[in-house]
């Protein structure tokens, strides 16, 4: 058996005219978060729903567990586990009941799925709300609840749709903590967002999508390595002359200066300890400056390099 | 005008609904008006009933008969055959008023009666125990019986039959009158426009409650609700833009109603009396924008609203005489839909059918319609009250 | 997996507050709203001959044979019951009286060697008070005639008019129900076809393209038609205890027979429930708009209620005579009927021939449903 758990090969898939994903390949690896970032619109959601055979597609090849992948596999969709990004749930059914319900369309042994729902509860904080109906949940215990269904079976390959739409920066937290500590238990995992900060913290490699296109791949560093681009700094300052400026631009590793409304922005394409180079020469020419701010490349800036748009245009 | 607009567009998604019930509204209408019913007149006039005849005799003496029956009753002549008859069918019609008696003259009757053998020869079906089968029996049996007796008498064939025919004539006219008092009379003549307008309450109720209630549920949604109350549009400008929508949909609706009805109606001999039927028609509408506000206080879930609606409008129909008149009900039943606003409206339908232009305009009239309107309110206010009691919950 | 399922839909669909009022407490209501409304015409037929209260008035002296007539018909016997109740008054204006108090429904009125009839109204009553005096009339004639012209045969003719021997003979089915039931047959076919709203909500948590619950359960592994045939039996199951309260309540507390065994019943019904589920799986198969699957078995079910004698009694009759074909294809009238026949007629060969159609009904819901479902594609959820 391969080392690749999913294999995406030029999936195309059209809604009438509009292009939604378009020549789209990836492949994710055993053991590995691939993060799949993009804005609204680009495509994360129908590659998903193509990988997952929820919609068909017009070309393109899918291959799970060194198997191609159909509505039909029952012995691939065994082993996915997926958190879509609406709450997907049964509103009638309090929370044991509905983790319980979808863990037994995947677990038949009764008493190996009692014991799986209450890990699944355990390990989503949602122990002291088993009776509670969904509606008198909050938003952040909704979307446990929403994990807690699509993981309870113990899958090998765990798709997160934009889990933490709308969700309080706590529960983040505790989301992505839980998605940590399951990719270290053994799951594979996609994770589809357009939070950066996020795939950037959990995601072992990214890729990044618009409209339906990979654009860039790579582990965050390598991403940002790939800019020219490898460091701002920021200073305010009153006024400066075309002189300063111009030796300003001279430092090395300077790859711009630009100067605009009380902020000098130095655009640095590489290099060590550029600020305090920076700040030495100001001290030299006793030039007054305020609030200095070092600012490293963001997948933001990746993106906005590559596609000329922000990442959450 | 934005929640004007916005309580209007809301409307697009029961475009569906009001063209259901307004076609069962429709054809129902067509079909309660073909069915004839003679009830209420000044000059008194028998009752002509239908009359199915299978004849498989055929021979001069069931022709008299049929031709004697035929002088006074609706008669509709089965042709079939021994082997076609299906007794089933014609007792099916007869149950369902399709007919209101039938007979089957056997095969030899006319040696039956000849030979004297003719006791119970002649099958016929009626609704147990009615009148109307006393009544035609009664008139079959007298018919036959003088037939019979001129022929035992030593009279021919021939002889008996034309004696008896002209004899049923001559005895037939009877001086009856009509005792005439000045109460308007309950019944309603379902050849009236009257009776579309009161079988109209059903449906114009029911679109009326289904979508205004819908509608207000879309406004009340927590989100749009809480997005509409921050925006800069007073508390009264919204409200007011709110209640013009709300009416002008009602009258739009009403107003199909009342066209379908005039329609209808148009060669019926109290089509002059249209505007009094369109003014009770329009306090209808102010009951149904009042128990669409109570519904659509109570929960603002499709599916509830149209339980409710059902609920309510279905079984306030039922009592207060839309599709079963109010004759046939107990006095219990008649003095307990007293309280219910539809049977004013009802009421005030038969009040304008039995009264002409200058004497409808009375005390009565005013009161069946400020009935309806003070139900219109108590629904609204009660509708307030819940709203405001869910509102002192939700906090 | 398919008792889970089964199970797990009956849990789910009875915690739906809207459905269980819907199917549960609709039907009663409106039941008990019948009942209330034409109780008294199952009870008390309206057209049953009720003894008629009439007024004799002898204006200008008492004729004495018509008198002995309706004194004869005011006796019960064993040829008729008693048709009329006699009172004599001494003037008009008593009588007249009498008649505005609604104390009597007609006035026979003696003068100028006539009979006058006075009523308040057209119609039955009216016009067998009429009938009884052309009757009268008739035999008074047919006295004079063979008075005058056969004199010899006055006794033959008196014979003749004592024989009372009856042309006519009934043919009796010897059902015991009312025609009225048939607005309670309608009732249960409605409250049946209601069930339709069952399964579309059952089907919305089972389809991609209905819910985000319906998406997560087509990733599972497992045949979906096995869960949806648990949902189906689930939702049978339940509109069938539903219906069986209905005519539980409508038998035992409302006191009106059904005119057949409340087993077969409960049985026929059972089978509509059925059908109304299998009408909701396609309609859920079919249509993926909320609105839509909220007002299309709304729509569906009150059409074929309204044809099948739900508002208007006896329009299923119309439709048989002019067109049976639209019978033969509406469920509710399908249903209705087979209770009719039973009730009336016993089982007759229409009786299964109506059980046969709604068994058909549900297969080809069911198979086309299944034909939808399998192997369904989404080119967009």
């Known amino acids: 058996m391969s080392d690749s758990i999913v294999k995406v090969n030029n999936l195309v898939k059209r809604y009438k005219e509009k292009i939604a994903v378009d020549n789209f390949s990836f492949e994710l690896k055993q053991g590995e978060i691939l993060g799949l970032l993009g804005p609204n619109g680009s495509g994360k959601t129908t590659t998903i729903n ?252 990746v993106f906005l390099e590559i596609t000329g748009k922000e990442l959450r245009d | 005008m934005t929640v004007f607009k916005a309580t209007l567009l809301s409307l697009r998604s029961f475009s569906q609904t009001i063209i259901i019930y307004f076609l069962v509204f429709a054809i129902f209408a067509v079909v309660r008006a073909k069915v004839s019913s003679n009830s209420s007149a000044d000059i008194y006039k028998d009752t002509s009933l239908d009359v199915a005849v299978v004849d498989l005799d055929k021979s001069d003496i069931s022709e008299a008969l049929i031709s004697y029956l035929d002088s006074s009753q609706k008669i509709t002549k089965l042709n079939l055959t021994s082997e076609e008859l299906d007794y089933q069918a014609i007792n099916d019609n007869v149950r369902f008023e399709i007919y209101d008696y039938a007979i089957v003259i056997p095969k030899d009757f006319k040696n039956l009666l000849l030979s004297g053998d003719y006791e119970d020869s002649i099958q016929y079906l009626a609704s147990a125990n009615s009148a109307s089968g006393y009544l035609i029996s009664q008139k079959i049996n007298t018919f036959l019986s003088d037939i019979k007796t001129y022929l035992d008498c030593g009279y021919s064939e021939e002889e008996s039959i034309n004696i008896s025919l002209e004899q049923v004539e001559k005895t037939d006219i009877v001086e009856t009158k009509i005792y005439s008092n000045n109460d308007y009379k309950s019944t309603t003549n379902s050849a009236s426009i009257s009776s579309s307008f009161i079988f109209s309450a059903y449906s114009c109720l029911m679109i009326l409650t289904v979508c205004i209630a819908s509608v207000l549920g879309f406004l009340k949604d927590k989100d749009s609700k809480d997005r ?168 | 997996m398919f008792l889970r399922i089964f199970f797990y839909k009956i849990k789910q669909l009875i915690r739906m507050r809207w459905l269980v009022g819907w199917n549960f407490l609709f039907p009663l209501v409106l039941a008990s709203a019948f009942y209330l409304g034409f109780g008294n015409m199952i009870k008390d037929d309206p057209n049953r001959l009720d003894t008629i209260e009439v007024a004799y008035v002898a204006g200008d002296g008492i004729n004495s044979n018509f008198l002995s007539v309706i004194e004869e018909l005011s006796k019960e016997t064993k040829d008729h019951g ?12 008593a009588a007249s009286d009498a008649l505005n108090k609604k104390d009597i429904e007609g006035i026979y009125y003696q003068h100028d060697d006539n009979i006058e009839i006075i009523v308040t109204e057209n119609g039955l009553i009216s016009t067998s008070l009429s009938q009884i005096v052309k009757s009268y009339q008739n035999y008074q004639a047919s006295f004079e005639k063979i008075l005058s012209e056969k004199p010899e045969e006055i006794d033959t003719l008196i014979a003749s008019i004592n024989s009372n021997m009856s042309f006519l003979k009934k043919y009796d089915f010897k059902s015991g129900v009312s025609q009225y039931m048939q607005f309670f047959y309608a009732l249960l076919a409605m409250s049946s076809l209601f069930s339709s709203w069952v399964s579309t909500a059952m089907m919305t948590s089972l389809c991609a393209n209905l819910s985000e619950c319906g998406k997560r359960f087509e990733l599972a592994p497992g045949h979906k038609l096995k869960a949806i045939f648990a949902g189906i039996l689930a939702g049978t199951l339940l509109q069938t205890l539903s219906n069986t309260v209905v005519i539980c309540y409508v038998e035992y507390c409302l006191g009106l027979h059904w005119g057949s065994p409340i087993y077969m019943v409960i049985a026929i019904t059972s089978l509509a429930s059925a059908l109304g589920i299998s009408v909701g799986t396609l309609i859920g198969s079919i249509f993926k708009n909320e609105l839509a699957l909220s007002m299309v078995p709304l729509a569906f079910t009150m059409t074929c209620s309204f044809f099948s004698g739900l508002m208007m009694g006896g329009i299923q009759q119309i439709i048989q005579n002019f067109c049976p074909i639209l019978n033969k294809i509406n469920p509710a009238t399908v249903f209705t009927d087979s209770l009719y026949q039973l009730a009336c007629y016993g089982k007759t060969s229409a009786y299964y021939q109506d059980l046969g159609i709604m068994v058909l009904m549900i297969a080809i819901c069911l198979i086309i449903s299944v034909l939808i479902l399998r192997r369904r594609n989404y080119d967009s959820i």
């Open chain 2, 228 to 395: 509409i109350n921050i925006s800069g549009k007073s508390f009264a400008s919204r409200n007011k833009e709110l209640i013009l929508a709300v009416l002008l949909i009602g009258f739009v609706l009403t107003t199909c109603f009342f066209i379908y009805s005039a329609i209808l109606g148009r060669n019926q001999p109290d089509f002059h009396m249209l505007f009094f039927y369109g003014i009770n028609e329009f306090f209808l509408m102010f009951l149904g924008i009042g128990i669409a506000y109570f519904i659509c206080s109570i929960t603002s879930n499709t599916n509830l609203i149209n339980m409710l609606s059902n609920m309510i409008v279905l079984s306030m129909s039922f009592l207060c005489g839309v599709f079963v008149p109010s004759e046939f009900m107990s006095a219990t039943v008649v003095k307990f839909s007293q309280l219910l606003p539809v049977y004013w409206f009802v009421d005030c339908c038969k009040y304008i059918e039995h009264h002409s232009v200058s004497n409808v305009f009375s005390s009565h009239f005013i009161e069946c319609l400020l009935i309806q309107l003070v139900y219109a309110i108590i629904f609204f206010v009660a509708g307030i009250i819940i709203n405001k009691k869910r509102e002192q919950y939700a906090y």
């Open chain 1, 50 to 301: 193509c990988i997952l055979s929820l919609l068909s597609f017009d070309k393109g090849e899918i291959i799970i567990f060194d198997k191609a992948m159909s509505p039909k596999a029952y012995d691939i969709k065994s082993k996915i586990g997926v958190v879509p990004q609406n709450v997907a749930i049964m509103n009638t059914l309090n929370v044991y009941e509905n983790v319980d319900f979808f863990c037994g369309l995947y677990i038949k042994d009764k008493s190996k799925r009692r014991r799986y729902v209450e890990e699944a509860l355990e390990f989503t904080g949602l122990s002291d709300y088993k009776k509670y109906k969904p509606k008198k949940l909050s938003g952040g215990l909704l979307r446990r609840l929403n994990i807690a269904c699509g993981i309870a079976h113990k899958p090998s390959l765990i798709i997160f749709d934009e889990p933490t739409v709308a969700v309080d920066p706590q529960s983040r937290n505790a989301i992505l903590e839980g998605i940590k500590e399951m990719n270290r238990q053994g799951a594979s995992i996609i994770y589809t967002s357009h939070y950066m900060e996020e795939v950037e913290e959990i995601c072992s490699r990214i890729i990044i999508m618009d409209h339906g296109k990979k654009v860039a791949e790579g582990t965050s560093n390598d991403l940002k390595n790939s800019l020219k681009i490898r460091e701002s700094i920021c200073i305010g300052m009153p006024a400066i002359n075309e002189d300063i400026l111009k030796d300003i631009k001279g430092i090395n590793h300077v790859y711009d200066a630009k100067y605009n409304e009380g902020e000098l922005v130095i655009s640095l394409d590489g290099g060590e300890h550029n600020l305090v180079h920076v700040l030495e020469y100001f001290s030299e020419k006793n030039i007054p400056f305020g609030h200095v701010q070092t600012k490293l490349p963001t997948l933001n800036d």
């Open chain 3, 82 to 93: 008693k048709i009329l109740e006699v009172t004599s008054f001494d003037s008009l204006e």
